[in-house]
């Protein structure tokens, strides 16, 4: 039986063992630098559930390099594979941060807060960030990111494998998202997605530059409603939508700014997904696939906690914490609503039409 002929009127039915039969479902992957722990633990957990069948992945910046490295681990190993590949990444990035200048400061250590904000280096990189262009700066040697996913992934695997991947960046000259899909799929595209301007230069790719994929997608709903089989789309989000609070200090703006921007297109996308599902009938077509879809989130109110400096924080044990809260998230999901996975969202869309 193929993807594409399983039924999820069946999905929650149980077999002669009393498992669940084999349910196709989506993956969408937020960006948000090393915060994308939190989705390596997410995507541990959801490999153990061999009822889950992943037909498709969108994923931008830090997503869509585990959307990337699972797609690969999952061509050549299956289920183990893919979690294999992802420890090894998330392992290899904490490696070629060990030396790196942005270490938190002793006080934050002794004190077990993962936040840089007190690292010299960074609130020098960030100072700099918004009156020096990167253009203006020499840099020298490659993206260490350029080498270890060469290493990690198979791009071959990728373009060949079970796996549609949708991967998002953001055209610099049009401003408008593009989305790479499996063949391809390389390191620069990948770097692209992930590549803040303030800090990065462009990426060019086919004569065109890109900037993170964020701006645009963050990540994309489209091609997972246009290309892909499920009808079930778990939505891992480690950009918060709601923060307590005002902002008051110049870093705190900045960074509410940009978790605004970064989750706009996908409450957009959301939203339209919402009002389609109010008025459209069934079997109208295009609008009726928007309409029937079913949402599902994973989240955790632990990313609120956490700033944006934390972001660049590449230790292993940060890294291992936000694996340990993905896969306590994902459980906790599991547990409430796995009856519910391909009968009914578990995500309440008609809130996001409020207001309107």
Same mark, same amino acid.
């Given at each position: 039986m193929t993807k594409a002929s399983l039924s999820t009127d069946l999905a929650v039915s149980k077999g002669a063992a009393g498992r669940r039969k084999p349910l196709i479902i989506d993956l969408a992957l937020q960006g948000g630098g090393a915060h994308g722990a939190f989705t390596w633990g997410v995507l541990d957990r959801i490999l153990e559930e061999d009822w889950l069948d992943i037909d498709a992945i969108s994923g931008t910046s830090a997503g869509a390099m585990n959307g990337a490295v699972m797609a690969s681990g999952y061509a050549k190993g299956g289920r183990a594979g893919a979690r294999e590949a992802l420890e090894r990444f998330w392992r290899k990035v904490s490696d070629a941060a060990r030396f790196s200048p942005f270490q938190r400061s002793p006080l934050d250590k002794l004190l077990g807060r993962w936040t840089l904000d007190n690292s010299p280096l960074f609130v020098a990189m960030d100072m700099m960030s918004r009156v020096v262009s990167p253009y203006s700066l020499t840099l020298s040697g490659a993206n260490p990111l350029d080498d270890i996913l060469s290493d990690v992934i198979d791009f071959e695997a990728v373009a060949n494998g079970p796996i549609k991947l949708f991967v998002t960046a953001t055209n610099v000259r049009t401003g408008r998202g593009r989305? *790479?899909?499996?063949?391809?799929?390389?390191?620069?595209?990948?770097? !692209?997605? /992930?590549?803040?301007?303030?800090?990065?230069?462009? %990426?060019?790719?086919?004569?065109?530059?890109?900037?993170?994929?964020?701006?645009?997608?963050n990540p994309t709903m489209t091609p997972l409603i246009r290309e892909s089989n499920a009808l079930d789309t778990i939505l891992v989000q480690i950009n918060p939508v709601e923060r307590p609070g005002t902002p008051s200090s110049a870093r705190d703006i900045l960074n509410r700014l940009n978790e605004i921007s970064f989750n706009a297109v996908l409450l957009k996308e959301l939203r339209m997904m919402a009002m389609l599902r109010q008025r459209a009938q069934p079997g109208s077509g295009d609008g009726a696939r928007w309409a029937g879809m079913r949402i599902h989130r994973i989240t955790s109110d632990r990313m609120a906690e956490l700033g944006y400096s934390s972001k660049l924080?590449?230790?292993?044990? *940060?890294?291992?914490?936000?694996?340990?809260?993905?896969?306590?998230? !994902?459980? /906790?999901?599991?547990?409430?609503?796995?009856?519910? %996975?391909?009968?009914?969202?578990?995500?309440?869309?008609?809130?996001?039409?409020?207001?309107?």
């Open positions: 989305i *790479f899909r499996n063949h391809e799929i390389t390191p620069k595209v990948l770097l !692209a997605s /992930a590549c803040l301007p303030t800090l990065f230069q462009a %990426i060019e790719i086919e004569g065109d530059c890109y900037w993170d994929g964020g701006y645009s997608g924080n590449a230790e292993w044990d *940060f890294l291992t914490m936000l694996h340990a809260e993905g896969r306590r998230s !994902a459980e /906790a999901f599991h547990g409430a609503h796995k009856d519910q %996975i391909g009968k009914t969202s578990t995500m309440n869309l008609d809130e996001l039409t409020q207001g309107i």
